[in-house]
């Protein structure tokens, strides 16, 4: 059974960086899936923010493609989330998900974990 | 925004059905795109409900369907029972918007 867990600093401060990263457990990270992130600001909807493959190869949301990178480190069977120049809108649960390849949905997710930007 | 509008809030008595639109456009839903469904229970993650339209994953109950047509989609939910109060999400892909996955906007389900 495949398990995510995302972690990183719960609170950002604004203009900062936010970091994240989603271990995966019980498959490796270079099997033939695409690794998501997704957030949800508090009492609002679900936003894709963008995927990787573990070859390297992306895609992200084009409004957050300005100030987001997603990178794999196979050798930890991780990958890992950058937000720059954080702000107050960027608030959110994140969540990393995974997706085989071939197929568009997102079928094991991680708990999530909440990022504040806040001075 | 998102690309896929869901009505914000349904209603129904245990044992109702009570069904969820997603409507989206040409570049997404009206191209051919399949939709999938998610649930999220209050304060945790989502979990797949039905993928590639209408398929459920093992372990859902046949409560729960979905189908599509045209730039539409549904999730239909028979026999409404307490443990369905959630909310609801929608998603496919946009080829509009550089190959991104989009969800919908969100319904929140409520049990009467």
């Known amino acids: ?119 | 925004q998102s690309v896929l509008t869901q009505p914000p809030s349904v209603s129904g008595a245990p044992g109702q059905r009570v069904t969820i639109s997603c409507t989206g456009s040409s570049s997404n839903i009206g191209a051919g795109y399949d939709v999938h469904w998610y649930q999220q229970l209050p304060g945790t993650a989502p979990k797949l409900l039905i993928y590639g339209n209408s398929n459920r994953p093992s372990g859902v109950p046949d409560r729960f369907s979905g189908s599509k047509s045209g730039t539409s989609a549904s999730l239909a939910i028979t026999g409404l029972q307490a443990e369905d109060e959630a909310d609801y999400y929608c998603q496919s892909y946009d080829s509009s918007l550089s190959g991104s996955k989009v969800f919908g906007t969100g319904t929140k389900v409520t049990v009467l």
């Not at chain 1, 609170?11 to 490796?28: D, W």
């Open chain 1, 1 to 119: 059974q495949v398990q995510l867990q995302e972690s990183g600093p719960g609170l950002v401060k604004p203009s900062g960086t936010l970091s994240l990263t989603c271990a995966v457990s019980g498959g490796s990270i270079s099997s033939s899936n695409w690794w998501s992130w997704i957030r949800q600001p508090p009492g609002k909807g679900l936003e894709w923010i963008g995927e990787i493959y573990h070859s390297g190869s992306t895609n992200y949301n084009p409004s957050l493609k300005s100030r987001v990178t997603i990178s794999v480190d196979k050798s930890k069977n991780q990958f890992s989330l950058k937000l720059s120049s954080v702000t107050a809108a960027d608030t959110a649960v994140y969540y990393c998900a995974r997706t085989t390849v071939t197929t568009s949905w997102m079928d094991y997710w991680g708990q999530g974990t909440l990022v504040t930007v806040s001075s």
